[in-house]
């Protein structure tokens, strides 16, 4: 059974770095075809790539947001890990993980999302 | 950037009727789209791959259609469950970009 779930706070302020976690089971993040993305979804709104990462610990970003991106893994305990800094009110959304099984497929499985807001 | 229009945004349709909902894509992506359905408060959920393949456990009144830039999702006959927002995805290229997403409302 394959699942993920986010973690981090729910409130940041303005200017603050957010990181997030995503901690899975049921699945190897270094099995070849295998990665794992973040998705943002701002209340109301539509879906928004942010960040992706393969098993072979190659990495893509959305371009609008890339400078402020960083997604890292950690094989050995199942988690990936997603640093956005310099956080504005234009960044309060749900902050989903998902895994995709492989290139070419949609998000496979889905975290259950955290509710990020930046206020101050 | 790839883009994907969906259309309509919103649809009101009552249980039983066969809904059709379109994605284009600002350039040909194959047949490298995803489909989706997001109940309120929820995670997306994938119901198609690859344009017209049908994910596990998903109700056969699923069904997609189409390649290049113009893909379709029909639901057979719509039920209760099936009132939610559906969402399109080309998993073609980075950056990955989704639709504006679809509301199927009841009637």
């Known amino acids: 059974q394959i699942t993920l779930k986010e973690s981090g706070p729910t409130l940041v302020k303005p200017t603050q770095t957010l990181t997030l976690t995503c901690t899975f089971s049921?699945?190897?993040?270094?099995?070849?075809?295998?990665?794992v993305g973040w998705i943002r979804q701002p209340p109301g709104k539509a879906l928004e790539w942010l960040a992706f990462?393969?098993?072979?610990?190659?990495?893509r970003y959305s371009p609008s947001v890339k400078s402020r991106l960083t997604i890292t893994k950690d094989t050995s305990i199942n988690q990936v890990v997603l640093t956005m800094t310099n956080m504005d009110p234009v960044d309060t959304a749900a902050y989903y993980c998902?895994?995709?099984?492989?290139?070419?497929?949609?998000?496979?499985?889905w975290g259950q999302g955290t509710l990020v807001t930046v206020s101050s | 950037d790839i883009q994907m229009t969906q259309s309509p945004s919103t649809l009101s349709a009552s249980v039983g009727d066969r809904v059709t909902i379109t994605c284009r894509a600002s350039?040909?992506?194959?047949?490298?789209l995803a489909w989706y359905q997001q109940k309120p408060g929820k995670a997306p959920k994938l119901l198609i791959y690859?344009?017209?393949t049908l994910e596990s456990g998903v109700p056969s009144r699923f069904s997609g259609s189409g390649t290049g830039t113009e893909f379709t999702l029909t639901i057979s006959s719509l039920q209760p469950d099936d009132f939610a927002t559906y969402y399109c995805?080309?998993?073609?290229?980075?950056?990955?970009?989704f639709g504006g997403g679809t509301q199927v409302e009841i009637k």
């Open positions: 998902a895994q995709r099984l492989g290139s070419g497929r949609g998000f496979d499985y």
């Open positions: 049921g699945f190897s993040l270094s099995t070849i075809g295998v990665g």
């Open positions: 990462i393969y098993w072979d610990d190659d990495k």
């Open positions: 350039q040909s992506i194959s047949s490298w």
């Open positions: 690859t344009a017209s």
């Open positions: 995805q080309q998993c073609n290229t980075f950056p990955l970009t």
